[in-house]
T-cell receptor, first 116, second 114 residues
Framework: GAGVSQTPSNKVTEKGKYVELRCDPISGHTALYWYRQSLGQGPEFLIYFQGTGAADDSGLPNDRFFAVRPEGSVSTLKIQRTERGDSAVYLC??????????????FGQGTRLTVV | GEDVEQSLFLSVREGDSSVINCTYTDSSSTYLYWYKQEPGAGLQLLTYIFSNMDMKQDQRLTVLLNKKDKHLSLRIADTQTGDSAIYFCAEIPEANQAGTALIFGKGTTLSVSS
């Protein structure tokens, strides 16, 4: 596609529920990143995919968070047993090759998750 | 630990120059970045500088890097109302060998008045 697309743009869920956030990267981009941005903060790294595999998941805060990219294109971030502290904007980015130092990462507009 | 710090707000008049400052902690960072975030829009990469450079200029943007003081600045010449946004400084610390995890500051909100 023309840019990184994230759906839904907004998601409101009840505490304890399960949510899935979707990211469609730019076509042909092998690298995909997830970040989380809380109010008044900068984005915080969660996970990085190179192709289908998670090359770096060191930013996932706990085992309630999981992400997949089964065909090396679309990625889904999954959050189990959501907590109010999970409320944030979840950003997805993709780049042509891996390693953000070598290839510009393009960001989507994010999914605003609100846990009530 | 790794940390990137920025002042939170900057207010300037249209036509003036804006200077946004950033300090970082990892002296081994290879790349340092400036991103722009407008309301309802994704992060947009404005410019970046490699650690072996002191300065980089791109049209109205000038990036200055002082490695000794671990200080990075972004100067916007002839600031326009369309430049109003949040500006993020970011680094890739050497500890991240794959160069995957950008460490962002909290962002500087630039307000441009006409």
């Amino acid at each position: 596609g023309a840019g990184v697309s994230q759906t839904p743009s907004n998601k409101v869920t009840e505490k304890g529920k399960y949510v899935e956030l979707r990211c469609d990267p730019i076509s042909g981009h092998t690298a995909l990143y997830w970040y989380r941005q809380s109010l008044g903060q900068g984005p915080e790294f969660l996970i990085y995919f190179q192709g289908t595999g998670a090359a770096d998941d060191s930013g996932l805060p706990n085992d309630r968070f999981f992400a997949v990219r089964p065909e090396g294109s679309v990625s889904t971030l999954k959050i189990q047993r959501t907590e109010r502290g999970d409320s944030a904007v979840y950003l997805c980015a993709s780049s042509l090759t891996g390693g953000q130092g070598r290839s510009e990462a393009f960001f989507g507009q994010g999914t605003r998750l609100t846990v009530v | 630990g790794e940390d990137v710090e920025q002042s939170l707000f900057l207010s300037v008049r249209e036509g003036d120059s804006s200077v946004i400052n950033c300090t970082y902690t990892d002296s081994s960072s290879t790349y340092l970045y400036w991103y722009k975030q407008e309301p309802g829009a994704g992060l947009q990469l404005l410019t970046y500088i490699f650690s072996n450079m002191d300065m980089k200029q791109d049209q109205r943007l000038t990036v200055l890097l002082n490695k000794k003081d671990k200080h990075l600045s972004l100067r916007i010449a002839d600031t326009q109302t369309g430049d109003s946004a949040i500006y993020f400084c970011a680094e890739i610390p050497e500890a991240n060998q794959a160069g995957t995890a950008l460490i962002f500051g909290k962002g500087t909100t630039l307000s441009v008045s006409s």
